[in-house]
Nanobody
Framework: QVQLVESGGGSVQAGESLRLSCAVS????????MAWFRQAPGKDREFVSR????????VYANSVKGRFTISRDNAKNTAYLQLNNLRSDDTAVYYC??????????????WGQGTQVTVSS
């Protein structure tokens, strides 16, 4: 059974940082692209970042470029998303996902349950 479990969300002030983790089990982690998406209340789920299976190729949405950093530790079957200089519009539920190298949520087969990030100004 494939499981993706996010952790690290919370409530912070604008300008602060969080580090999200995604622990993966039940699948060969290093075969898959790892991505992070987020969904704010009343909005569609949107792409945040992705990392290739090796972690050498990474892509960011323009809205988070320069503030967020994606990484993965294939030895630990875990991915991370470092969120720096958080803004109120970063408030959302953040999901990790495994799939193809794409920005489209439809290309991702396995999903975590999400972790809430709330940023107050």
């Amino acid at each position: 059974q494939v499981q993706l479990v996010e952790s690290g969300g919370g409530s912070v002030q604008a300008g602060e940082s969080l580090r999200l983790s995604c622990a993966v089990s039940g699948v060969t982690f290093y075969y898959w692209t790892m991505a992070w998406f987020r969904q704010a209340p009343g909005k569609d789920r949107e792409f945040v970042s992705r990392a290739s299976p090796s972690g050498e190729q990474v892509v960011y949405a323009n809205s988070v470029k320069g503030r967020f950093t994606i990484s993965r530790d294939n030895a630990k079957n875990t991915a991370y998303l470092q969120l720096n200089n958080l803004r109120s519009d970063d408030t959302a539920v953040y999901y990790c996902a495994l799939g193809s190298y794409s920005d489209r949520s439809e290309e991702y087969r396995y999903w975590g349950q999400g972790t809430q990030v709330t940023v107050s100004s």
